[in-house]
């Protein structure tokens, strides 16, 4: 859900469309960590809106500390700090500190790593049989065709 919303905000001076999902990035560098700074929060509050009850403490905790902690990355990035910008910024650190507890209990181990795996695996394996029963898998285009859909079934259970 978050790609899918990162993906639809459109360009903007000082902004450009990820090319790459969330999760594909294996190392942020300069560019994609200052697009994200820009729109993790509209994508987070677009994601969080509307919670129930029990989520309202939650989603109202998550949306201020990951605030916080693009506040604090926007102003370190600053080329000189005065007394003012360094008191913002252990400010904005302080809360992050204090909030970012939030998401701990949505950490995946590594057991549940190994589930989903396996999980994973399990809805493969007949999409596999499936496929090598099909005549016109055998060319490039229809493999990649096919690939894509059965990654977008397994996600969908």
């Known amino acids: 859900m978050f790609d899918d919303v990162r993906k639809e905000i459109p360009s903007y001076p000082g902004f450009t469309v990820p090319k790459k999902a969330y999760h594909e990035i ?9 697009n994200l700074c820009h729109c993790i929060l509209p994508v987070l509050a677009s994601g969080l809106q509307n919670p129930d009850s029990s989520q309202y403490h939650d989603f109202k905790g998550a949306l201020k500390c990951v605030s916080r902690l693009v506040d604090f990355t926007i102003r370190a990035r600053y080329r000189s700090h005065t007394p003012d910008t360094l008191s913002y910024m252990e400010s904005y650190l302080q809360t992050f500190n204090g909030t970012k507890d939030i998401f701990v209990k949505f950490r995946t181990s590594k057991a549940t790593h190994s589930r989903a795996d396996r999980q994973d695996q399990e809805l493969r394996e007949p999409m596999v049989h499936q496929r090598d029963k099909e005549v016109d898998y055998r060319t490039v285009p229809n493999r990649s065709r096919q690939a894509e859909q059965e990654r977008g079934e397994r996600s969908d259970r």
């Open 26 to 34: 294996t190392q942020w560098q300069g560019k994609a960590m200052r």
